[in-house]
C-alpha cells in the first residue's frame, strides 16, 4: 500500500507558530493563566490575531513543556502550583546544575569563567533601591553561563527548560527576606571555587544555595498564589 508524505511546513507557517508559541509561552511563564484555568482557543486567536491552527500547536507544545496540561474532548488548561512542585522544580535544578559544575571546573577556560562571573559582578549591585527583577535576570544568566562552561547541550536544554518553569518564583525567592540575606555570600562562595576549580565544595554549596526547604516552597508558593490572583506583592 503506497503511503504519502506529509506536506512540510512552509517557512511562513513554521515562523508563525513560533511566533505564537513565544508569546503565549511569555504568558504562561508570568502565570498570566491563573492556576487551573481553561484557555479559550479561540479568544487567545483572536488576541494575538492569528488563526486557531497555530494556537493549537503552539499550546500542544506547551503542555508538552509542562506549561499546560490538556484534557481530551475539554481543552488546555494552565499549570497549576502547589509547593510540591515547586520544590521539585528547585531539586531537579540544583541536581543539574551540581553536576554542571563539576564539569565547568574541569573545561572551562580561565577567559570563560572570567566572562560568567562578570556576568553577576556586573548586573546584581545591591542598594537602596535594588530592581530585583534584574537580579534575578542576573542570577539566572550566570547560572546558565556556569552550565554552558560544562559544554554538555543536554544539560544545558534541560536547565533552561527548568528555568522558564520556576522563572516567575524565581523573583519571588530571591525578593524573600530569606534569600536576601545570604544571596551575594553564597554566590561570592560558589565564584570563588569555580575560579579554584574546586568541583566538590563549589557543587555543595550551589545545591545547598538553590534547594528550598518545604517550609520555604510553601511561602514561595502563597506568595505567588497572591501575586496572581490578588496583584500582591511583599
Known amino acids: 500500500m503506497q503511503t504519502t508524505a506529509k506536506p512540510k511546513k512552509t517557512g511562513r507557517a513554521a515562523d508563525s507558530v513560533d511566533k505564537v508559541y513565544q508569546a503565549v509561552k511569555e504568558l504562561a511563564v508570568e502565570y498570566r493563566f491563573k492556576p487551573g484555568e481553561r484557555v479559550n482557543e479561540v479568544e487567545l486567536a483572536n488576541r494575538l490575531g492569528v488563526s486557531r491552527t497555530p494556537v493549537r500547536e503552539a499550546l500542544n507544545r506547551l503542555a508538552r513543556d509542562g506549561f499546560m496540561s490538556f484534557v481530551p474532548n475539554r481543552g488546555f488548561y494552565a499549570r497549576d502550583i502547589t509547593p510540591e512542585g515547586v520544590q521539585e522544580l528547585y531539586e531537579l535544578r540544583a541536581a543539574i546544575e551540581r553536576a554542571a559544575f563539576r564539569l565547568a571546573c574541569q573545561r572551562g577556560s580561565d577567559a570563560d569563567i572570567a566572562k560568567a562571573v ?80 574546586d568541583g566538590e565544595t563549589g557543587g555543595e554549596l550551589l545545591e545547598r544555595h538553590i534547594t528550598l526547604s518545604s517550609a520555604h516552597a510553601v511561602e514561595v508558593t502563597k506568595e505567588g498564589l497572591a501575586r496572581i490572583f490578588f496583584g500582591r506583592t511583599g
Open 118 to 197: 562578570a556576568i553577576w559582578q556586573n548586573n546584581s549591585d545591591l542598594g537602596s533601591t535594588t530592581d530585583w527583577a534584574k537580579v534575578a535576570e542576573a542570577d539566572e544568566a550566570f547560572h546558565t553561563a556556569v552550565v554552558k562552561l560544562a559544554k554538555n547541550e543536554r544539560m544545558l536544554v534541560a536547565l533552561e527548560s527548568v528555568n522558564s518553569l520556576i522563572r516567575f518564583f524565581r523573583r519571588i525567592d530571591l525578593e524573600s527576606s530569606r534569600r536576601r540575606g545570604g544571596l551575594y555570600d553564597e554566590h561570592a562562595a560558589i565564584i570563588d571555587c569555580l575560579k579554584r576549580r
